[in-house]
């Protein structure tokens, strides 16, 4: 069973920065990409940044500068770093993999909450 288990979130001042970690467990083979996306309240969920197998990367317009998402492929584990958080980056964060050969599979962490206070 596919496992995604995220930390990192919390209560930040705006300007302020944080480190989200999510390491993935289970048989899991041939990574595709590992992202982020975040849903506020209110809105629809939205992804904020995902990086490749082959390393490249793409980010939401919103966060482009602030944000850097990485990866340690040794331990299925992707990261978002967070720079010069508004409050308007208050939401909860989930981990999204995507993995499989022939088949593809998706799966979703249980979310870390962010709060940025003005």
């Known amino acids: 069973q596919v496992q995604l288990v995220e930390s990192g979130g919390g209560l930040v001042q705006a300007g302020g920065s944080l480190r989200l970690s999510c390491a993935a467990s289970g048989n899991i083979f041939s990574i595709n990409a590992m992202a982020w996306y975040r849903q506020a309240p209110g809105k629809q969920r939205e992804q904020v940044a995902v990086?490749?197998?082959?390393?490249?990367?793409n980010y939401a317009d919103s966060v482009k500068g602030r944000f850097t998402i990485s990866r340690e492929n040794a331990k299925k584990t992707v990261y978002l770093q967070m720079n010069s958080l508004k409050p308007e980056d208050t939401a909860v964060y989930y981990c999204?993999?995507?993995?499989?050969?022939?088949?593809?599979?998706?799966?979703w962490g249980q979310g870390t909450q962010v709060t940025v206070s003005s």
């Open positions: 990086i490749t197998s082959g390393g490249s990367t």
């Open positions: 999204n993999l995507n993995w499989g050969g022939t088949n593809w599979y998706v799966n």
